[in-house]
T-cell receptor, first 113, second 111 residues
Framework: KAGVTQTPRYLIKTRGQQVTLSCSPI?????VSWYQQTPGQGLQFLFE???????NKGNFPGRFSGRQFSNSRSEMNVSTLELGDSALYLC????????????FGPGTRLTVL | QKEVEQDPGPLSVPEGAIVSLNCTYS??????FMWYRQYSRKGPELLMY????GNKEDGRFTAQVDKSSKYISLFIRDSQPSDSATYLC???????????FGGGTRVLVKP
């Protein structure tokens, strides 16, 4: 069974731009969560989607948003990029909301110049 | 103060030694506990998953949870150079899937 895939793997943007990252969960998994990983803050929860609905949201500004499609694929968007948004963005999937084990993709490394 | 504390290391051990990792947490609502391994420039890989207090063994890995002390541990027996990675503890309060992570411990296993 294929794992979680994320595209693109690497991205370079400049301040003020916006970016969209994509995540395809493991086949059959319906819950998708997004995390930001930085050297200073570690792994921090962004949001979680299940059945195309955001079920949980972390403590990030409104510039960070996401959505989930009917096939469980998910996208996250960051608008008006700031230097501090440079990070590894990780997507994780699990079969359902009531299944705590999460399986991570390789991440998208975003660099904001 | 962070909800989950983890010594950042690095923890350097010779090949074949036992690696001992731990995390402490402050929120007694955490019920589910996980350990992930992350190689450089890769996503975290789930190693162990435990519910509530107790021990769980899987091959060379043993996870322990002591909820009364708010303390979890991971032991790696017969460590190999390929075990060199960052180990992250994570925990959740239940259904809803939000994971709270420790900062990770970098482990170096020297041949």
């Amino acid at each position: 069974k294929a794992g979680v895939t994320q595209t693109p793997r690497y991205l370079i943007k400049t301040r003020g731009q916006q970016v969209t990252l994509s995540c395809s969960p493991i086949s059959g998994h319906r819950s998708v969560s997004w995390y930001q990983q930085t050297p200073g803050q570690g792994l921090q929860f962004l949001f979680e989607y299940f059945s195309e609905t955001q079920r949980n949201k972390g403590n990030f500004p409104g510039r960070f948003s996401g959505r989930q499609f009917s096939n469980s694929r998910s996208e996250m968007n960051v608008s008006t990029l700031e230097l501090g948004d440079s990070a590894l963005y990780l997507c994780a999937s699990s079969p359902s909301l009531f299944y705590n084990e999460q399986f991570f993709g390789p991440g998208t490394r975003l660099t904001v110049l | 103060q962070k909800e989950v504390e983890q010594d950042p290391g690095p923890l350097s051990v010779p090949e074949g030694a036992i690696v001992s990792l731990n995390c402490t947490y402050s929120n007694s609502a955490f019920q589910y506990f996980m350990w992930y391994r992350q190689y450089s420039r890769k996503g975290p890989e789930l190693l162990m998953y435990t519910y509530s207090s107790g021990n769980k063994e899987d091959g060379r890995f043993t996870a322990q949870v002591d909820k009364s002390s708010k303390y979890i541990s991971l032991f790696i027996r017969d460590s190999q150079p390929s075990d060199s990675a960052t180990y992250l503890c994570a925990m959740s309060k239940g259904a809803g899937n939000k994971l709270t992570f420790g900062g990770g411990t970098r482990v170096l296993v020297k041949p």
